[in-house]
């Protein structure tokens, strides 16, 4: 075994135990056997030694498939011990992905889709094995990976399959155009969709378990010219929810937000565009304050994560449960602390307003650019401005950034022209450590891994209450408060974290609007 001497750590269970973390199986070693055998079986040849196959198996039950894989392909089988997961992990990409792209024929384009499928054909295509694996690795990946979504893109000639992962796409696979009937069909079924409507939209819902981890798939399914397109969003129930503490605010701006959420009535807005991290901020704040005294209920569409000791409950506008009625009904709870999943329309903001002034603390989401503009689109929706002036306590606006890999993050010099852009002037610059990831196998190349946020948090203070009455504008208040230190804005906080090596200006500027613009 002179390829794994170095991997083999110690001996478990009187059999060698190897780390596959480190260790890249030869692709030609993986072909040996059956893609099929090893998937069902869990056993992944590593290493070759003459004749001798040596496999790793997760446990010394599994050792009988070493000897029945042995038979099959008539060469003698060193079996050593790993980890089961990572052994899983690394079959599926191998052996999925070729078995993935034998089905997706030779040039990949296959043959156009027709106008109507028999339903018969549909059902019998959507529940084939190999249909049902491919979407099964389509969703075990994406969790793997820590995607947010999936989207299946049908093209003129091609099929593309497509990952967001920490806020950008990434291709995964590109399946043959015949597969596209039997991949959205497979889907509709999951979710209970009709699968004999391909000309109109359709949405859905699918609850899988992967590797032990619950997971709620939100599915949008609309026809385009060349087929019916997918995305899928994942909500992930087994993942932990953050504390303040490690959302990435910085200790000034996490002080004072703990001061307001702390306030007893009021209401407390979180805004950004779909997918800046509002509901984790909105999830930490509740678990911040929650105590066995306090009565807190949420209205939310979805529920995204269960929180324990608070009442959540779901919308279902087919049934009359808009966020309105839900808040409304919520009044004769006896609630301390109210969550309103998104401020839509005047009635909600209405009710939410009402809430607050009868004693209740109002959390919830609004989608403005920045801070003060959430203070100008209450009043767009028709609230009073002294009704809003007198119930908001704070905003915060938020984007999220990615955060430099931190196996391959080493120190970097950054054009003048791109500090200067994020507001980083030259004196600044010879303090800051700059640091940017160069790719590598963890962050897929990409120099970046997972995300934080970066805030801008604006207070109500009197000055700004009568602004609002007033119906001031956006600009007048963030410049009031700027001018006032009761403002940094997304841009500074994101130079903050640009001059402490966590992300570059690159990424701060792809998230924040230049104000020169």
Known sequence: MEVLGSEVTDQRDGLPYIDLKSLKPDPALLELIPGEFALKNRILPVDADGDILTCAVGSVEDVQAADDLSVLIQRPIRVVLADSQVIRDRIEEHFLESMLSQMSGEDGSG????DV?????????????????MVNFIFAQAVRDNASDIHIEPYERDVKVRYRIDGLLRDLMRPAKKLLPALISRIKILGEMNIAERRLPQDGRIKLTIAGRSIDVRVSIVPTVFGERAVMRILDKGTALLGLEELGMFPDTLERFRKLISIPYGIILVTGPTGSGKSTTLYASLQEIWSPTTNILTIEDPVEYQVPGIGQVQVRPNIGLTFANGLRSFLRQDPDIIMVGEIRDHETAEIAIHAALTGHLVFSTL???????????????GVEPFLAASSLVGVVAQRLIRRNCPNCSEPATFDRDAL????????????????????????????????????????????IRHMTVERKSAGDIKNYAIANGNLRTLMGDGKLNVLRGRSTPKEVLRVCQREEL
């Open 111 to 114: 043959s156009d889709i027709e």
């Open 117 to 133: 499928t028999d339903l018969a054909d549909l059902q019998k295509m959507a529940g084939d094995s190999a249909v049902v694996q």
């Open 367 to 381: 989608h403005t650019n920045d801070s003060s503009g959430a203070v100008t689109r209450l009043l767009d929706m």
């Open 420 to 463: 200067a852009a994020i507001g980083i002037s030259e004196e600044e610059a010879e303090k800051g450590t700059f640091m940017q990831g160069r790719g590598c196998d963890v962050c897929g190349g990409t120099g970046y891994k997972g995300r934080q946020g970066i805030y801008e948090l604006l207070i109500m203070d009197e000055t």
